[in-house]
């Protein structure tokens, strides 16, 4: 699999598949899938995630249509704090995954988005009250989400 602007992790690939930390199981291996794993790892030890208050591939109504999420992560609370968008490497991030992360945070109501193709990563943090957004430099740490 290509390379990623991600510091190299030692996942678990056998037949095909990588084996899913946060589902504990293993999955189809796509570029995408490879880019949500490796950012999954990211995030525990870079940013210090918690494992357990993350989760992968979560289904949600957005319009009466069920979709996905990639990676929500959550307080200890249980209340959304992020949402992460990955793309395959090969696709370019446009005005259009940015307006598909929004939409699912219609439901989510995350102070915290995250768009990433493993080669460039964005994160957004919302201000719920002033309805106004910054791009951030830097993806926080989790202990900077709460």
Known sequence: MQQ???????????????????????VRLTPEEW???NFVHFLISEKGFP?????TETSLSVF????????????????????VECKAPYVEITQSTFSQIA?????????????????????????KDTKKYEFLKEIPKYNELI
């Open 4 to 26: 990623l602007n991600l510091p190299s992790y030692n996942l678990s690939v056998k037949d095909g598949e990588v084996f899913d930390i946060i589902r504990k199981k293993y």
């Open 35 to 37: 880019v949500r794993q």
């Open 64 to 83: 009466n249509t069920v979709k996905r999420t990639d990676i929500t992560v959550f307080s200890s609370s249980g209340q959304v704090l992020a949402v």
């Open 51 to 55: 494992k357990n208050l993350m989760s």
């Open 103 to 127: 939409r699912y945070n219609i439901t989510l109501k995350a102070s915290f988005l995250i768009v990433t193709n493993g080669l460039t990563h964005y994160c957004i943090k919302l201000d």
